[in-house]
Nanobody, 115 residues
Framework: QAQFVESGGGLVQVGGSLRLSCAAS????????MGWYRQAPGKQRELVAS???????NYADSVKGRFTISRDNARRTVDLQTTSLKPEDTANYYC?????????WGQGTQVTVSS
């Protein structure tokens, strides 16, 4: 069963950047569609970026042009490069399959953008 460990979050000023990384334990990682999700306090978790096993990436309108998702199948990692961060990007960020598997949610990594 796929398990994910997220890292790379932190406190950053408006306009800053962070690179989030997700390590997967799933040996079939290379054939899995993956996504980065985020959940802000009091809000529902949302999909911000997705990357299939092969094909094009997709982004939520709120992050398009600022975030880039990528994967390294040999290392079983999926990264999210965030740039031009805004206060509304503050959230706990998670990776999971796309669509997500309930039992595979990790602890996430907190991103806090200060103005």
């Amino acid at each position: 069963q796929a398990q994910f460990v997220e890292s790379g979050g932190g406190l950053v000023q408006v306009g800053g950047s962070l690179r989030l990384s997700c390590a997967a334990s799933e040996r079939l990682f290379s054939i899995l569609a993956m996504g980065w999700y985020r959940q802000a306090p009091g809000k529902q978790r949302e999909l911000v970026a997705s990357i299939p096993a092969g094909g094009t990436t997709n982004y939520a309108d709120s992050v398009k042009g600022r975030f880039t998702i990528s994967r390294d199948n040999a290392r079983r990692t999926v990264d999210l490069q965030t740039t031009s961060l805004k206060p509304e990007d503050t959230a706990n960020y998670y990776c999971n399959l796309n669509p997500p598997r309930t039992s595979s949610w990790g602890q996430g990594t907190q991103v806090t953008v200060s103005s």
